[in-house]
């Protein structure tokens, strides 16, 4: 089972004023009976808020092409790196597991292609099934009303009733979204992700064939690799993670290292190795961050690279190692 989101588009008036005049959805969202101009109307008005960034709308369909639904992210705001959602599907298409796949794919926007840290999910108290059907996502935190006082205040006022409000958190979802994938076959097609953490070809070529590598999947898309290399009995080096650019700073690194120390934990190794530039300041902070402490510095590492790398304004000259013991 898989949904498509795509933007609206007055060609699903039709079949989208079909779908929400039924009762179930009609009665539901609260929503007064109406005609198709009135759908037509309101797709405009998305377009246009769409436009002027205030809102992210898509239309859901399903494996056939068929709208089944409507999902949105509503009321950006950029500087609280925060929204909201609201969505809905059409009465055939309940119970069905739709609902997971339409909200993962408009958090996906949210959280990797907007960049925002939270995504308020609020519901009318008296709406008992869209309720359940948030507390089936185990990607959600449920009741934040007194965490978030003013975003509750502000979501009874707009729906002008009692209402329970949830919140979808970026790294919750990173979590749910990451996984790692054995790499059994060729690794030469990995060669250009793992280049994004080590400029000289030749020097992953030394090690490309040692160790096991990863693929990094959030849902089903490649996110990048990583590569551990056994150093001894009881030891081990994360050789190589490198996140592709699309993915960067959004929480997946950091899960990953996370997943990685969990499987040298469960394979026996009682330390991580794992070294980086001297110029790379934002990975030597991350690091340290992850729970890593320096080891040691193996002076002039980089110099034996075909060409200088500059980072920050510092070449790159040598090998900062860290350590964290499992």
Known sequence: MAVTLVKHDIKYAE?????????????ALGLPAGKVEDTINFIKRECVDEEEGKTVPRVVLNEEGQLIGVTSLMFIDHQKKSCHIGSWLGYPFWGKGYNLEAKTAILDIAFFELGLLRVFAGARKVNIRSQKAQEKLSFIRLGVESEYPEEHSWLEVKEKQPCVLNVFEREDFVRYRTSLEKVDGKREDFLPQLLLADDSEKVVRDYLDQG????????????GVALIIPQSNTTIELKNIAIIPTYQGKGIGK?????????????????????TANSSIDNIAFYQKAGFRMEAIEKDFFRKYPEPIYENGIRALDMIFFSKQL
């Open 212 to 223: 096991t590598l990863y693929k990094i999947k959030c849902g089903e898309v490649l996110a």
């Open 15 to 27: 079949a989208m004023h079909e779908l929400s005049s039924m009762p179930q959805v009609r009665d």
């Open 255 to 275: 899960e990953v290292l996370r997943q990685l120390t969990e499987i040298c934990q469960m394979e026996g190794y009682k330390t991580v190795l794992v070294g």
